[in-house]
């Protein structure tokens, strides 16, 4: 599989940053998403929310579902609905193994940032764990103090 690493930014187009405040990020895989050309200009543009998305396997095929895309201003008649399922673009055995860790793990398939390679538009998915609430209270508290921390060390520099 296609598995992303942090250092492989690209052009990022779209983050999903409330994902990792409510989800365990397990594994990371990129996938080719098919869109209709207003729906890569609006994507293009900035007007992209991936905040409800999650992917699903259905009768062997990968889908994105839940993701915001606004209508292209400057389209026509043949715009675009703002929500509507999306094929992912995953090799079979891609798929295989993803609904097989899906359905025996528990987990779910959260889109985590859209972004451009070589002019096409990717979808990072983050394979996740949810959250209770005290695994949040904890994340924001170890964020506390990581920022306590840093501003401690720059004061001390100074």
Known sequence: MATVTDDDD??????????????????????????????????RAGK???????ARIASGEAW??????????SGNR?????VRDRRLLL??????????????RGLTL?????YSR?????VELGLARGKKLWDK???IADRDAKRELDRAVREAQR
Do not use: C, M, Q
């Open 48 to 54: 992209v929310s991936l905040r409800e998305g999650y």
């Open 137 to 139: 209270r904890d994340s």
């Open 91 to 104: 090799h079979r055995e891609e798929i295989g193994a993803l609904s097989g860790k899906v359905k025996t």
């Open 110 to 114: 959260i889109p985590l940032r859209l």
């Open 10 to 43: 690209g052009d990022t187009l779209a983050r999903n940053r409330r994902a990792f405040h409510d989800y365990f990020i397990e594994e990371r895989f990129e996938a080719g998403i098919s869109l209709f050309g207003t729906e890569v200009k609006s994507i």
């Open 64 to 73: 994105l579902s839940g993701v915001y895309v606004a209508p292209y201003e």
């Open 78 to 82: 043949w715009n675009h609905e703002p």
């Open 118 to 122: 070589h002019g096409k538009v990717k």
